[in-house]
């Protein structure tokens, strides 16, 4: 989780800076969800991201050097620069496609689910939005990946606006008219569970348990799990409040901002996590300085390494439009 | 006998059996010029489902717009369109409602309030919330119905629509006629979920599943339906169980369905429900065969007609394909 | 020994679901409203029936479902049934089948094949006769294979789901299934990307593809035996990848082109051809180029409404007497 978010928070200030160009997303606050699925699963399994990867490709071991160069359009990126941030996939890693259209992921994970169960082997995850549920494709996929009984886990990250804030009569999102989006599969005889995702400690035993489950040819299962958004995505360019995280704001300290403080003591699933292992005797605060020592080191050579590295040359424009034959 | 059949009028159920009749000698007349050879491309019969056309289309006004998908021959006729200028569409004549270029899977007469059918399965659910918007916006009093097949609900679209509808509370009317096939496959083959009306649920769209085949029961949820939706708003689901009796299209030989499914189907057929319902009433058997005869004679003259109608003239083939420009 | 169309394609299927057990078909439709092609398939459903999978009326989730078992290893073919349906399947046959190999800069291919029955049928009307591979040739990373006989239509389907690593839309005909032509089995798999010269002529190069080959060779033979017109017909066989060698040769021998094409006649395949001669083939060129196709308007119903915008050998033929008279 610690370098899902110091990768991220690299990402916006060599943004800020101006570094590289083009519109991005990033995984904060959501980091426990892309750690908790992707622990549970090994290397004949596939993962199906959106726009907002960074944070399942790094959760499936994906190297951030690579991944920050492909970030800044270079030929040492995963996909020579071919796909930026918006598409970024990792073939090598189980993550061979990566769509950046909502509801463009959900058919291509129930088509490798389906690929799965005609071997035998391997579950096929989607990481969608809630905003997917609107697409018909979500729809279509879903009532496919149940007909045909494949091994598909369907992890909807909620980040819309959570019930207790919601005003009287206002929907799960402005565009869904559902009183909870897991109503919306349930119909489609698609089990759901809900899912708190501060909680690091129940997303890692739901994942365990739910993959499982999926894998033994228990049929599709949809998960919905509920995020509240970090306010420095609410810009339409991300930001940091305050800077970037600091151990401190999970004990002694706290940011400037009020509706970052709240947020961090609410639904910041890596500040509840690092006090909670701190107060259990798990990890001492000075291991965690390290490995936070660690984790920006490393993604400030992920950050080196991008700026250092060549563009492609012209001539790459055209290749890649087959695969050979 | 149903509740309403007490409230209606003796001759209110008698042109509900003139009216299925209409639409069922319709289709045999279709039916037979197709084995001639006379009706181009492969029309798709209602045959067996009348009475849900009959039904709904009994409570819509003439400026309430009507969509359907390929099989819209029985819901365009219940609307009040004229058989003759809907007969002479089917076999492609000059006279049609859309003078020959859209056919069987197209029609469109727009003088009442049928605005489309289209022959892409789910294509028409998203428009027709389009026009129950336009008329919300504009402040009318007036409604849409779209008609589909259980077969449509595998398409997204449809879902988005439901959405759509109910975020908006739409004046929008669903009428799914479930007659369990989706062309050749089975409901059970290619969907989890027996009940559309199912999909509904989430969003908060009231639904009523009800027996196709009875013209009273269909009469009946369509008119609380759209009470409903002329007084509170918001969109209504209407899931009417029936039979497709003649097969997908016409030249369907119908090898996936048994002997004993055939002829238990006959069981159900919604005419012969009606007729019984109102020889119960005391309507005599002969004036109700009086109907049949008389609609029969009807439509032997429209189809007669219709077959001496003038093809289109080529060279107008180019025509129509833009709106004038200016 | 002579087979038809459709026994090509159901042989096809036949042989490479025995000979890869990662060839699965979503949707097993194929011969549209064709019964008597349909019975051509029960061996496949009898040998294959685990390897079909039955399906809801989804186009979009199903193409979008080939593609990720393709991406997961299989090699799907993916029935999407009329020709025009591929537009509710667009977004997954043209935003990312056709993208993927491309955007990962080569790390995972989408050997996934959409199959459909495109072009006019016949009282087919504005929504089911649509002949898409005009539409489909504009997107890079997709194959568009158009065979114009018997002997392609099982060579070219058996080669996207063996051989092919790249997604391909296998259009078939339904005017089609009943051309027979000789065939004999055999392993190799015919060149794709190479057009074939299917009548050797001198006078006028006639270029056609999927169901214009039988009626740019009718037309071939009405020249020749009314008009002493010797005519040279070349079957495309491929809209992508495209042969453009083969026709500007044969046009060099000719010095003069008509393609037949069943594409609305603006932004058409004749236009891409044209183009071609145009740029590369001008000085070969007696006359100029001439297209034969569907006029800019939908499909209408009615029978002489729709004869007089088909694309028949008649009209073929006078497109080639126009270009031999032209000076």
Not at chain 2, 40 to 55: I, R
Not at chain 2, 155 to 172: D, I
Not at chain 2, 185 to 206: D, L, M, Q
Not at chain 3, 128 to 139: C, D, K
């Amino acid at each position: 989780m610690l370098r899902i978010r110091r990768f991220e928070e690299q990402c916006i200030q060599l943004a800020e800076s101006k570094q590289f160009s083009g519109h991005y997303h990033v995984y904060i606050g959501q980091e426990a969800t892309a750690v908790s699925v992707c622990n549970a699963l090994g290397p004949e399994d596939f993962v199906f991201s959106t726009w907002r990867n960074h944070g399942h490709l790094l959760a499936r071991g994906a190297a951030p050097d690579r991944m920050m160069a492909e970030i800044f359009g270079k030929a040492t990126g995963y996909a020579g620069g071919k796909s930026g941030t918006l598409h970024m996939a990792v073939g090598e890693l189980g993550v061979p496609a990566t769509s950046a259209l909502v509801g463009g992921n959900l058919p291509l994970a129930t088509g490798a689910a389906l690929a799965c169960k005609r071997r035998g082997s391997g579950v096929s995850v989607c990481f969608h939005g809630d905003a997917a549920l609107e697409e018909g494709a979500f729809y279509e996929a879903m009532i496919l990946a149940a007909v045909w009984k494949v091994p598909a886990l369907f992890v909807c990250e909620n980040n819309s606006i959570p019930p207790a804030q919601r005003k009287r009569g206002q929907f799960t999102s402005s565009t869904l008219p559902a009183a909870q989006l897991a109503d919306v599969p349930q119909s489609l005889q698609i089990r759901t569970e809900i899912v708190d995702g501060a909680d690091a400690d129940q997303l890692a035993e739901s994942f365990e348990r739910l993959v499982g489950e999926v894998r033994r040819g228990g049929g599709p299962r949809f998960v919905e799990v509920r995020c509240t958004r970090w306010p420095g995505s609410f810009p339409l360019w991300p930001e940091l409040p305050d800077g970037p995280w600091q151990i401190a704001w999970a004990f002694d300290g706290k940011p400037d901002r009020a509706d970052l403080a709240l947020w961090l003591e609410q639904s910041d699933p890596l500040t509840l996590y690092v006090r909670k292992l701190v107060s259990a005797g798990a990890v001492t605060r000075s291991q965690l300085a390290a490995m936070d020592a660690r984790a920006k080191e490393e993604m400030a050579g992920a950050a080196r390494y991008a700026i250092e590295s060549p563009f492609p040359t012209p001539d790459q424009a055209y290749r890649h439009v087959w695969a050979e034959q | 006998m149903s509740a309403i059949a007490t409230e209606l009028k003796n001759e209110t159920l008698v042109g509900f059996y003139e009216q299925l009749w209409r639409i069922r000698l319709f289709e045999e007349q279709v039916q037979r010029l197709a084995a001639r050879g006379e009706v181009p491309g492969f029309p798709h019969l209602s045959t067996g489902q009348e009475a849900v056309a009959v039904g709904v289309c009994a409570l819509l006004n003439e400026d309430d717009y009507l969509f359907s998908g390929h099989r819209a021959h029985g819901h365009v006729l219940a609307k009040g369109s004229d058989p003759y200028a809907v007969f002479a569409e089917i076999i492609g004549r000059q006279d049609g409602v859309c003078r020959g270029r859209g056919g069987s899977m197209h029609l469109v007469d727009v003088a009442h309030g049928v605005l489309g059918a289209t022959g892409v399965v789910a294509g028409n659910v998203s428009i027709a919330a389009g026009a129950a918007w336009a008329a919300q916006v504009r402040g009318e009093s007036r409604l849409a119905v779209v008609f589909f097949g259980d077969g449509a609900t595998g398409a997204g679209v449809f879902h988005e629509t439901l959405n759509l509808a109910s975020l908006w509370r739409l004046p929008l009317l669903l009428v799914c006629e479930n007659n369990g096939m989706a062309e050749f496959t089975g409901r059970e083959e290619h969907s989890n979920v027996a009940k559309v009306s199912a999909f509904a649920a989430p969003y908060g769209i009231p639904t009523q599943t009800i027996d196709g085949n009875d013209v009273l029961a269909v009469y009946e949820a369509a008119r609380e339906a759209i009470e409903s939706i002329r007084g509170s708003g918001g969109p209504w689901l209407l899931e009417c169980m029936t039979y497709r009796m003649a097969g997908h299209y016409v030249g369907d030989a119908q090898h996936y369905r048994s002997k004993e499914e055939l002829a238990a189907m006959k069981e159900k057929d919604p005419i012969d429900r009606l007729r019984r319902d109102l020889v119960k009433r005391g309507i005599p058997e002969n004036a109700l065969a009086a109907v049949a005869a008389r609609v029969k004679a009807e439509l032997d003259t429209v189809v007669d007609r219709a077959r001496r109608a003038p093809h289109p003239d080529p060279r107008t083939v180019l025509e129509d394909v833009y709106s004038a420009w200016n | 020994m002579k087979i038809t169309f459709a026994e090509g394609i159901a042989r096809a299927i036949h042989e490479s679901l025995a000979a890869d057990p990662r060839v699965v078909l979503i949707g097993g439709g194929i011969m549209g409203l064709n019964t008597g092609a349909r019975a051509l398939l029960e061996p496949v459903l009898r040998d294959f029936a685990s390897r079909i999978m039955v399906t809801p009326i989804s186009e979009l989730g199903l193409a979008g479902a080939g593609v990720g078992a393709a991406l997961a290893g299989d090699r799907p073919l993916v029935d999407l049934s009329t020709g025009s349906f591929v537009f509710q399947a667009f977004a997954q046959v043209v935003n990312e089948a056709a993208n993927i190999h491309y955007m990962t800069g080569g790390q995972t291919s989408v050997p996934v094949t959409f199959y459909s029955l495109a072009g006019r049928r016949g009282g087919g009307a504005a929504q089911h006769s649509h002949a898409t591979q005009a539409m489909l040739g504009q997107v890079p990373g997709l194959q568009v294979l158009t065979p114009g006989g018997a002997e392609d239509a099982y060579g070219l389907l058996k080669w996207a789901l063996l051989e092919s690593r790249n997604p391909s839309v296998f259009l078939s005909h339904p005017l089609l299934l009943g051309e027979t032509a000789e065939w004999t089995a055999h392993d190799a798999f015919l060149p794709v990307g190479k057009a074939r010269i299917r009548r050797e002529g001198r006078g006028v190069s006639l270029i056609a593809s999927s169901i214009m080959v039988p009626r740019a060779l009718a037309a071939a033979e009405t020249l020749q035996r009314e008009h002493g017109v010797s005519a040279e017909v070349v079957d495309l066989r491929t809209i992508i990848p495209l042969d453009r060698d083969t026709v500007l040769q044969s046009v060099a021998r000719t010095g003069r082109a008509v393609i037949a094409d069943e594409c609305h006649h603006s932004y058409g395949v004749a236009a891409e051809i044209a183009a071609t001669l145009a740029e590369k083939g001008f000085a070969s060129l007696k006359a100029p180029v001439r297209r034969v196709t569907m006029p800019d308007v939908p499909i209408p119903f009615s029978a002489p409404l729709e004869a007089e915008i088909t694309v028949t050998a008649e009209k073929i033929v006078a497109g080639a007497l126009a270009a031999v008279r032209a000076a």
